[in-house]
């Protein structure tokens, strides 16, 4: 099963900026999909933004006009862009493969986003 490791996270002042990365031990190009959760304190794992195999993004209303999805095949990576932070952006992120049955695979270490003054 393909590895993901998360890395960007950090603690930013609300109004920043960060980018998440998701860097997969193999190749995603067949991947139906991949996506970026967040687990914020006390919550349920939530879908931020996910990228199909295609390229069409699809994001939370939450981050909508704030937060982007990209992904680079040849990298194997899948970005995050996180514009105009909040406190309520606060959390855990993780990225995850999504398969056709919107199955998602083992859950990796994630990274961690903290907003705060």
């Known amino acids: 099963q393909v590895q993901l490791v998360e890395s960007g996270g950090g603690l930013v002042q609300p109004g920043g900026s960060l980018r998440l990365s998701c860097v997969a031990s193999?190749?995603?190009?067949?991947?139906?999909?991949m996506g970026w959760y967040r687990r914020a304190p006390g919550k349920l794992r939530e879908l931020v933004a996910a990228?199909?195999?295609?390229?069409?993004?699809n994001i939370n209303d939450s981050v909508k006009g704030r937060f982007t999805i990209s992904r680079v095949n040849a990298k194997n990576t899948v970005y995050l862009d996180m514009n105009s932070l909040k406190p309520e952006d606060t959390a855990v992120y993780y990225c995850n493969t999504i398969s056709r049955d919107l199955e998602v695979g083992p859950w990796g270490q994630g990274t961690q986003v903290t907003v705060s003054s």
């Open positions: 990228i199909n195999s295609a390229g069409t993004p």
């Open positions: 193999e190749s995603i190009v067949s991947i139906y999909a």
